[in-house]
């Protein structure tokens, strides 16, 4: 159980495009996401905060006009990176955050997304 | 704000010796999580082993176990018998309450050697 799956694994993408980054929790309702983004050989950086039918919240630093977070429903939250650069190439880690009866409260990861823009 | 210390960048073991790798956090909270998270080459980040502050116990998960010292804001993962399969960088990471973001450390690479 807990799984999450994260679509595309990789993509290419033009300069000047937008990309579209799809996390879903599988088998478990998800009222909070997180995405993630994370440079080689270093630690997770927290992009933003996604809930469930209203605005995410952005960490500081994060542009919001360029990384358009959506979580429309319980199991599916996007990701579009607007006006692609190479600067934005990068990996991109979701995340859902399950709370089961009892009080425990795990974030279960997405199996990443690699971003290469040319 | 909460942070998260890492102070082993990288270590090394035996197969199917014990390595024990150091977390230590700042919090002014008395309730919230700890977790260590591993991130094989395949980078899909794994849930290794979670506790609960408010839990005296330390938790375990098969071979892996954690020394949790609340008062000295401590989290240490011992890995048992260790295999190839647990090469691997891996990460503390600590969250405040439910719903909150993951804070994690700057990880430890893992290598086990045959």
């Known amino acids: 159980g807990a799984v999450v799956s994260q679509h595309p694994s990789w993509v290419i993408c033009k300069s000047g495009t937008s990309v579209k980054i799809e996390c879903r929790s599988l088998?478990?309702?998800?009222?909070?996401m997180f995405w993630y983004r994370q440079f080689p050989k270093q630690s997770l950086m927290l992009m933003a905060t996604?809930?469930?039918?209203?605005?995410?919240?952005?960490e500081q630093g994060v542009e919001k006009d360029k990384f358009l977070i959506n979580h429309a429903s319980l199991t599916l939250s996007t990701l579009t990176v607007t006006s692609a650069h190479p600067e934005d190439s990068s990996f991109y880690i979701c995340?859902?955050?399950?709370?089961?009866?009892?009080?425990?409260?795990?974030?279960?990861f997405g199996p990443g997304t690699r971003l290469t823009v040319l | 704000a909460q942070t998260v210390t890492q102070s082993q960048p990288e270590m090394s073991v035996q197969e199917a010796e014990t390595v024990t790798l150091s977390c230590t956090y700042d919090?002014?909270?008395?309730?919230?999580?700890l977790f260590w998270y591993k991130q094989p080459p395949s980078r899909q980040m794994i849930l290794v082993i979670r506790?609960?502050?408010?839990?005296?116990q330390n938790a375990t998960e098969n071979r892996f176990s954690v020394n949790f010292q609340k008062a000295a804001k401590s989290f240490s993962l011992k890995i048992s018998d260790s295999q190839l399969g647990d090469t691997a960088m891996y990460f503390c990471?600590?969250?405040?309450?439910?719903?909150?973001?993951?804070?994690f450390g700057k990880g430890t690479r893992l290598s086990v050697i045959a």
């Open positions: 919090t002014s909270e008395n309730n919230y999580y």
């Open positions: 506790q609960e502050a408010y839990k005296q």
């Open positions: 996604s809930n469930e039918g209203s605005k995410a919240t952005y």
């Open positions: 088998d478990f309702q998800a009222t909070t």
């Open positions: 990471a600590f969250m405040d309450s439910g719903n909150t973001p993951l804070v």
């Open positions: 995340s859902a955050d399950l709370l089961v009866s009892g009080g425990t409260d795990t974030q279960y």
